[in-house]
């Protein structure tokens, strides 16, 4: 049972329009969200995380927004670029879990020039 | 500032053999771990340490051993290789829980 959902495999915006990317969790234990951002050859680097105590998180460019009563949350990237083009990862935490993060399968985001 | 560096970061291995994947970090970080990234897949957690000399199990430990014989270096090892084990794997280090993950590069073994 994957406890962490990326559910579109993929996301191609235009440049300068907002990418959103969502991502689904089922265990309700999960306090602390993360997403990363991979290119090929190199390892995840972390972007924007969030905390289940707010609901919105910004940085730039990159807003993350949490809905815990949905279990969802999302990435907004506005407005998008040809750099961000990449694999984004979701993440999700438990303190119960040692705060050992469970990841979300990605969403390759292609941004259009 | 290297951060996490990952050796090597390509090997092609012949089923049975055996081999040990390094990881070091310079950041003076407590929680290291290592992961596996199939295909069309996210990260998967095989062993984790939260501080030298421990180990524990992740998701997918079965046909891997690790050591934290020292606080910067965590090492993976494959006892006899299988072709499932074919993938690629990345090495994490962190302050400590509940904190970004900092990433190497990845190490792609292929088993033929």
């Known amino acids: 049972d994957q406890q962490v959902k990326q559910n579109s495999p993929s996301l191609s915006v235009q440049e300068g329009r907002i990418s959103i990317l969502n991502c689904d969790y089922t265990?309700?234990?999960?306090?602390?969200f993360l997403w990363y951002k991979k290119y090929p050859a190199e390892g995840p680097t972390f972007l924007i995380s969030?905390?289940?105590?707010?609901d919105k998180n910004e940085d730039g460019r990159f807003t993350v927004f949490l809905n815990k009563s949905a279990k969802h949350l999302s990435l907004h990237i506005v407005p998008s670029q040809p750099g961000d083009s990449a694999v984004y990862f979701c993440?999700?935490?438990?303190?119960?879990?040692?705060?050992?993060?469970?990841f979300g399968d990605g969403t390759t985001l292609t941004v259009k020039p | 500032n290297a951060g996490v560096t990952q050796t090597p970061k390509f090997r092609v291995l012949k089923t049975g053999q055996s081999m040990t994947l390094l990881c070091a970090q310079d950041?003076?970080?407590?929680?290291m771990y290592w992961y596996r990234q199939d295909p069309g897949m996210g990260l998967r957690l095989i062993h984790y340490?939260?501080?030298?000399?421990?180990?524990a199990k992740g998701e997918v430990p079965d046909g891997y051993n690790v050591s934290r014989l020292k606080k910067q270096n965590f090492l993976l090892g494959l006892e006899s290789a299988a072709p499932s084990q074919t993938s690629v794997y990345f090495c994490?280090?962190?302050?400590?829980?509940?904190?970004?993950?900092?990433f190497g590069d990845g190490t792609r073994l292929s088993i033929l």
């Open positions: 994490a280090s962190s302050f400590e829980d509940y904190q970004p993950q900092h």
């Open positions: 265990n309700s234990m999960f306090d602390y």
């Open positions: 969030i905390s289940s105590i707010k």
């Open positions: 993440a999700a935490s438990a303190r119960t879990n040692a705060g050992k993060s469970t």
């Open positions: 950041m003076n970080h407590e929680y």
């Open positions: 340490s939260v501080g030298e000399g421990t180990t």
